[in-house]
């Protein structure tokens, strides 16, 4: 069955804060890709990633294809990170995303 | 920036009526897709399309839903019957090559009631 699973399902820091976010997927994928859902709905693209690791300002995002995780880190997190990150695989023979449950972040000042 | 615009934002129907959610995919994208996110939900697929034709649909897609991109710039879903599980927020993106990330547009709140 094709599962993606992301730990944890709700996650509160400080602002400042070195943030971790898990997620873990049941069978082999073609890619891997971290989304950030703001609180009005919309679905931003942060990292798509098939093996290693990708860096963008403070946001880094790491897979390790052999024990079918990723992780997403924000360095010195701020308020302004606080949002619902999803993690969504795509499997070998289809475009399409499956989703995971998203990892609600809130920053506290 | 080129972005995926859809339209309405939100959608206001009587159960049993007919929608059309509107989606303007980025202009040189090849590739569409819609997914739906029912409240409190992950984002699940619906249907995707390349060359004028379904390409890969899910279980959810059934006969009550259709496709269609009737020109050159839009690409609509079609709900025929709406039911009140139908309420969601309904996310169209598109991408360039198959292999490309995917860009989403905003998303359309449908409500059934």
């Known amino acids: 069955k094709n599962e993606v699973e992301q730990s944890p399902q709700n996650l509160t820091a400080q602002e400042g804060e070195f943030i971790t976010i898990n997620c873990s997927y049941s069978?082999?994928?073609?890619?891997l890709h971290w989304l950030q859902q703001h609180p009005g709905g919309g679905i931003v693209s942060l990292f798509m990633?098939?093996?290693g690791k990708k860096k963008h300002g403070r946001l880094i995002a790491t897979i390790n294809i052999q024990e079918k995780h990723s992780s997403l880190h924000i360095t010195a997190s701020h308020p302004r990170d606080s949002a619902v990150y999803i993690c969504?695989?795509?499997?070998?023979?289809?475009?399409?995303?499956?989703f995971g449950t998203g990892t609600s972040l809130t920053v506290i000042p | 920036e080129p972005e995926v615009t859809q339209t309405p934002s939100h959608q206001v129907t009587q159960m049993g009526q007919e929608v059309i959610l509107r989606c303007v995919p980025i202009?040189?994208?090849?590739?569409f897709y819609w997914y739906r996110q029912i409240l409190g939900q992950k984002v699940e697929f619906l249907v995707s399309?390349?060359?004028?034709?379904?390409?890969?649909k899910s279980e959810i897609f059934d006969d009550q839903f259709s496709v269609e991109r009737p020109d050159g710039s839009n690409f609509t879903l079609k709900i025929r019957s709406t039911k009140l599980e139908d309420s969601a927020m309904y996310f169209c993106?598109?991408?360039?090559?198959?292999?490309?990330?995917?860009?989403f547009g905003p998303g359309t709140r449908l409500t059934v009631l």
């Open positions: 969504a695989v795509q499997f070998y023979g289809g475009n399409q995303f499956y």
């Open positions: 069978v082999g994928i073609s890619a």
């Open positions: 990633l098939s093996s």
């Open positions: 202009s040189n994208h090849l590739y």
């Open positions: 399309f390349y060359n004028n034709e379904i390409s890969e």
């Open positions: 993106a598109s991408n360039g090559q198959s292999t490309d990330t995917q860009y």
